[in-house]
């Protein structure tokens, strides 16, 4: 089912009146409970589009619109209160915090409900625990934040996201600065908290081979085009050839794997 919806979108820039368009004629939408994952080489845009889904930045042109609410809602008509119970965001920023446990941070994802100094009563509790459940770090309460490896913590900012108890969930580069177990990991944590608690999660990644094999769907941003579809969709059009295969790098398009030449 539909949750975001892009209509004709152009993502940019205002510079000292002028207009730098990063992308245009965006059309395209997220669904409920897949994992959606956006790539593209580096300066392509998809951070400017990250920030722009995120209404942390406006649109040039056209809307972006959440299906989710009744009626369906664009992003420029909803209150600051309103996108906080929609959309949760995991940045690629390690959260810079000093003494305090993870059930405090992720605690902190409870509020656009109680406000930011708010107190958490036991229905609260309950969230936080059921989303450090859901994210199966039970092991690591009563822990400090800044003893945690960064696997770990990018586990507690997940939980933190569930705790909001949003419908949209989006994070950017979630395993950047992770080491391969870990990325794989937290790719198939992601894509299992779609599925099963029908999230609709969409990140954007240069782990390449891992989204072929875990993305439901890929968001490919090119110059001038975004390419979506299942990886072997993309693959069967061309798009994914396009960008992946340089000197020494080969795409097979039938197994979705990446060969590097000697």
Known sequence: MESVVLHNLSIGYLTKGNEKV????LNATINNGELTCLLGRNGIGKSTLLRTLSAFQPALEGEIVISSTQPPSPITSLTDKQLSRLIGIVLTEKPDVQNMIIEELV?????PYTGFWGTLDDEDKKIVGEAIRLVGIENLQGRMVHTLSDGE?????IAKALAQQTPIIYLDEPTAFLDFPSKVETMQLLRRLALEEQKTIFLSTHDV???LQLADKIWLMEPGHLSV???RQLADEGALSRFIEHDGITFDKE??????TK
Do not use: D, N, Y
């Not at 605690?107 to 509020?111: E, V």
């Open 22 to 25: 990063v992308a245009s004629g």
């Open 229 to 231: 579809g299942t990886p």
């Open 153 to 157: 913590r990018q586990k507690v900012m």
């Open 255 to 260: 197994s979705l794997t990446i060969h590097i």
């Open 209 to 211: 081979e891992l989204s």
């Open 107 to 111: 605690g902190m994802g409870r509020s």
